[in-house]
């Protein structure tokens, strides 16, 4: 038997389809990268946002009747009877605590042509999910240390698709990190939410000294982690940055919105100016460090002056990179009730805006780096030219270069020339 796997989403959702893969391929059944070909689809669904969702409806119209079809993730978690009532075809949902238990869904119900779901959300870490298994990538390895989220941001689906926050044990994440560091890997990131509310009570261990002991273990070149709030911000986690090189000094702080009046709207714990406060202390103490983000425009309510705050605040962070949304309202959140009072044509000029400013800093950061330095991780080779390679460097900005070498190797590159969203080099031989 052949499967299928199509994700949408966040890293999360790439690391449970990764899991699900290590499930499936112990079964011996064959991955295949055509969707045609597969017997069993498996479609791991993102609910982020109204057209994300809309997604996998449009991909399951397309599946082949003789198809087994099941749906996980967030979408299957938050949306169980539309799934089945939009399309008949659909074999299996599963929700985001209960793909571990994909061999009993294809024995007890696929293979016996029975339909059926799972979406008990557990109120523990799983470890039923496999610690250590086979992943694609072979030099980035994700790392998930925790589940869920507590912080209910007014928009925001995730608490009720993840569940309350579950924390890894500190001993099985540090385990899997240094088994992939000896298997080869270089970059190691992360994975939860909420990460700066991970702890390991137990154990005493604290987020900061979580990366710290991880830093500690050989031949990881970057460790990065993925997504902090900023709300919870810890004066430890710069010391620790400090004392170790190999924290990549890079930090996606998403902070959604410049106004403190939409900030509060939104129920994010954190006004405009700590926000500020905080960028601020780390790059005086950490001058290397790049910040990214995300925003969304067009929440209920948001004024000219609250977009022009965002937009201020975008100019004084001058983050390397970041994501912008237009507000979509959501099941199950507050702010779905609040009337949704800008027009469409309004949230598309903020965004428009909003896209322009930062590409004109890119820009202006991307020229300053011509003729520098930087380290470049190899990614894999540059499908648009031939006989060239694409990387990253430590903070997330894709390099391209003529070279040889292999992903997850680390090469000095000299950069020549830039756009808007990349830059351009020649090796330092
Ligand atoms: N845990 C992370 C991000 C989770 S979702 C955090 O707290 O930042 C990723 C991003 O999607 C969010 O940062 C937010 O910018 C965006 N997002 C979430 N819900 C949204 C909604 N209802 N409409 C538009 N964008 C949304
Ligand atoms: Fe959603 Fe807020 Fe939790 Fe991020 S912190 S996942 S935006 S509720
Ligand atoms: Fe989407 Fe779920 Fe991630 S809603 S962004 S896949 S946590």
Known sequence: MKFFI???????????????????????????????????????????????????????GRLDQSQKIVVSGCV???????????????????????FYGMNEIIDDFLLKNLKGTNTTLSKEWSEEVPDIYSRENRFTG?????????????????????????????????????YLAENGFREIVLLGQNVNSWKDQKEGVSFASLLSRIAGIEKIKWIRFITSYPGYYESELIDVMKQNRNIARHIHFPVQSGSTRILKKMGRNYTREQYIQIISKFKSEIPEIKFS????????????????LTLSLIEKARYDSLFSFIYSPRKHTKAASIDDNIPAEVKKKRLQLLHELQKNIQLEAHGGLVGKELEVMVTGNNMKREGELLGRTESYKIVTFPGNHKPGEFVKVTIDSFGPHSLRGLEVI
Request: charged residues 35%; aromatic residues 10%.
């Open 293 to 308: 983000s995300d925003f969304i425009v067009g929440f209920p309510g948001e004024s000219d002056r609250d977009f022009d």
């Open 6 to 60: 199509k994700t949408f989403g966040c890293q999360m959702n790439v690391n449970d389809s990764e899991k699900i893969n290590h499930i499936l391929s112990d079964r011996e059944m064959e991955r295949t990268k055509e969707v045609e070909d597969a017997d069993i689809v498996i479609i791991n669904s993102c609910a982020v946002r109204e057209k994300a969702q809309e997604k996998i409806f449009s991909f399951i």
């Open 142 to 178: 994700f790392i998930s240390i925790m589940e869920g989220c507590d912080n209910f941001c007014t928009y925001c689906i995730v608490p009720f698709t993840r569940g309350r926050e579950k924390y890894r044990p500190y001993r099985n994440i540090f385990d899997e990190a240094e």
């Open 76 to 98: 299957a978690q938050s949306e169980k009877d539309l799934i089945l009532k939009r399309n008949r075809k659909v074999d299996f949902v599963v929700g985001t605590h209960q």
